[in-house]
């Protein structure tokens, strides 16, 4: 059975594109164990959502898996005011297409965070340190978290960004 930090490992991948990798480069990346990383990457084998083979994510899966799935596997929990990291509408790349209204930002709870919004519980806890070593990691779990807690007009924008990415 998935666990959410096999979702992080797998949009780090996606993230590295074809790069090299090893279990102990995307844990230290990652702020997990080599064993947190090779136990998670057998976890998505099982699912299908790796191909062992070639060391690659099955984009197809992963994307029909993220889309369909993932609001009901790991749905967020939200809590009172905090310091973090923006995500969901807030996060790059939606914030530069959604128009923001004026209610608090989610953001991932993080005392280095430069935003205060509401809690919105990132799908492994060491998300906030991965996606602040990573862009291109960041922009991905951000979509996964507006596929996982939007509204149907945010979340299609979302559905759009992840299909052109996982490209």
Known sequence: MLKPQDILILMKLVALG??????????LELSMSPSEVHSGIKRAVA????????RRPVKKALEEFLI??????F?????????????????PPLRDL???SDQLPPVWPDPEGEEQGYEFSPLYKSVPKAAARDYK???????????RD????????AVNEIRARLQ
Not at 47 to 54: N, P, S, T, V
Not at 68 to 73: F, M, R, T, W
Not at 137 to 147: K, N, R
């Open 150 to 157: 939007s509204r149907s007009r945010e979340r299609e924008i």
């Open 98 to 100: 959604i128009v923001s």
């Open 18 to 27: 074809g790069a090299e990798w090893s279990y102990s480069s995307l844990g």
């Open 75 to 91: 749905p967020p929990s939200r809590g009172g005011l905090t310091r973090g990291m923006p995500t969901s509408f807030s996060g």
């Open 137 to 147: 990691l960041y922009e991905l779990l951000v979509l996964v978290d507006a596929i």
């Open 47 to 54: 699912a299908r959502l790796f191909d062992e083979h070639r």
């Open 68 to 73: 369909h799935g993932i609001k009901y596997a």
